[in-house]
Antibody, heavy 121, light 108 residues
Framework: EVQLVESGGGVVRPGGSLRLSCVAS????????MSWVRQAPGKGPEWVSS????????GYADSVKGRFTISRDNTKNSLFLQMNSLRAEDTALYHC??????????????WGQGTMVIVSS | SSELTQDPAVSVALGQTVRITCQGD??????ASWYQQKPGQAPVLVVF???KRPSGIPDRFSGSSSGNTASLTITGAQAVDEADYYC???????????FGGGTKLTVL
């Protein structure tokens, strides 16, 4: 069964840090680019960051650039998101997502259930 | 504000056909992908590329595109199709991803 399982969420004060992890199973992890997508309570999905299969290409949403760092360890089928200088507006459910892409499309075909991050004083 | 615009809510009578639209400049160059999300669940990809469905998605879901507008059509809507639907694509630069604000579908 293809599966993505996130961990590492929690409650953190503004300005604090958290490191999210995602473990993949059921597919060849290093065949795929991966992403983090978040959903604030009651809101739609927001793309956060993506990383290519070998980590050679990385992108961030403007809202997190300079504060968040995406990485992966293909030997452990794992994806990470280091989040620093957290703000209240970063409060959301963070999903680990598999990227399925072609020349003219970008799709997120497998989603984890997410890990909740709450930034509050 | 999102680079992809969706109507906030749409309704359809049971068994009828409904079209959900997504507008944005990037859709002139890229196809939209469509996701269904039910309360308390992660989004599920239902249509991607020109008009492809992942395994297990019923063929009543189809996608199309014209100019800067992408559409998700549900032919013969069922009660189980009541959900939020989101489109996504690459942004205008092609380097990032962007989502629409979502459409809440009610099946009457």
């Amino acid at each position: 069964e293809v599966q993505l399982v996130e961990s590492g969420g929690g409650v953190v004060r503004p300005g604090g840090s958290l490191r999210l992890s995602c473990v993949a199973s059921g597919f060849t992890f290093d065949d795929y680019a991966m992403s983090w997508v978040r959903q604030a309570p009651g809101k739609g999905p927001e793309w956060v960051s993506s990383i290519s299969w070998n980590g050679g290409s990385i992108g961030y949403a403007d809202s997190v650039k300079g504060r968040f760092t995406i990485s992966r360890d293909n030997t452990k089928n794992s994806l990470f998101l280091q989040m620093n200088s957290l703000r209240a507006e970063d409060t959301a459910l963070y999903h680990c997502v598999r990227v399925y892409t072609g020349s003219y499309y970008l799709a997120f075909d497998i989603w984890g259930q997410g890990t909740m991050v709450i930034v509050s004083s | 504000s999102s680079e992809l615009t969706q109507d906030p809510a749409v309704s359809v009578a049971l068994g009828q056909t409904v079209r959900i639209t997504c507008q944005g400049d990037s859709l002139r160059n890229y196809y939209a992908s469509w996701y269904q999300q039910k309360p308390g669940q992660a989004p599920v990809l239902v249509v991607f590329d020109k008009n492809k469905r992942p395994s297990g998605i019923p063929d009543r879901f189809s996608g199309s595109s014209s100019g800067n507008t992408a559409s998700l059509t549900i032919t013969g809507a069922q009660a189980v199709d009541e959900a939020d639907y989101y489109c996504n694509s690459r942004d205008r630069s092609g380097n990032h991803a962007v989502f629409g604000g979502g459409t809440k579908l009610t099946v009457l």
